[in-house]
């Protein structure tokens, strides 16, 4: 099925491990985000890619880094985890020029311990 | 910056009635609204987009208008069901992406909605 695929959909971590969130979409999308979950917060930009070789900084980036591997992925790291980073985390996918909006994948949930 | 608010942030009605959902923006500097859809544990389900210069947007038994200049939005929804049980989120983008400047919607935080069967 067409959409946006993201894995893994759940982790635990332990404060200051690493990891990296995949995402990737097969619709020929040009822009990719990522955004996270949190109760009472809803939800929150932490980067954007309007293209393949640009990221651009959303609401909530720090502690993440992104990266556009190609135009269909869009994967987003957390370098040393941190319990304020216990979230769910949603990856998208848009293109610009039509009327369509935003497609948003499954989710991961993480949580840092 | 934009601020997105919906009311009521909970409804609980039974089934069968006819239903309306608000969501209201600061900026009207918007290229469009977008509802959406999620249930628990799930993502997000886009229902109705509506362009900066539409009045509305239909499909199915769901109705979504937009004032822009007065920064509000409703979704109406019609003989409600039980399957309509969900949180629903409205969102707007930014004008500024359409001249390739910030992107990214800014969020409302829902409105948990229950059909009693």
């Known amino acids: 099925n067409a959409g946006v695929t993201q894995t893994p959909k759940f982790q635990v971590l332990k404060t200051g491990q690493s990891m990296t969130l995949q995402c990737a979409q097969d619709m020929n999308h040009n822009s990719m985000y990522w955004y996270r979950q949190d109760p009472g917060m809803g939800l929150r930009l932490i980067y954007y890619?309007?293209?393949?070789?640009?990221?651009d900084k959303g609401e909530v980036p720090n502690g993440y880094n992104v990266s556009r591997l190609n135009k269909r992925e869009f994967s987003l790291r957390l370098e040393s985890a941190a319990p304020s980073q216990t979230s769910v985390y949603f990856c998208?996918?848009?293109?610009?020029?039509?009327?369509?909006?935003?497609?948003f994948g499954s989710g991961t949930r993480l949580t840092v311990v | 910056k934009q601020e997105v608010t919906q009311i009521p942030a909970a409804l609980s009605v039974p089934e069968g009635e006819n239903l309306v959902l608000n969501c209201s923006f600061t900026d009207s500097a918007i290229y469009n609204l977008q509802w959406f859809r999620q249930d628990p544990g799930k993502g997000l389900t886009s229902l109705l987009l509506i362009q900066s210069s539409q009045r509305e947007q239909t499909s199915g038994r769901l109705n979504a208008s937009l004032d822009k200049s007065s920064g509000r939005s409703t979704l109406y929804i019609a003989a409600s069901q039980p399957g309509d049980s969900a949180t629903y989120l409205c969102a707007v983008r930014p004008l500024t992406y359409s001249g390739g400047g910030a992107d990214g919607l800014t969020f409302g935080k829902g409105t948990h909605l229950i059909i009693q069967p």
């Open positions: 890619s309007a293209s393949e070789g640009t990221t």
């Open positions: 998208a996918s848009s293109q610009e020029g039509t009327s369509y909006g935003y497609t």
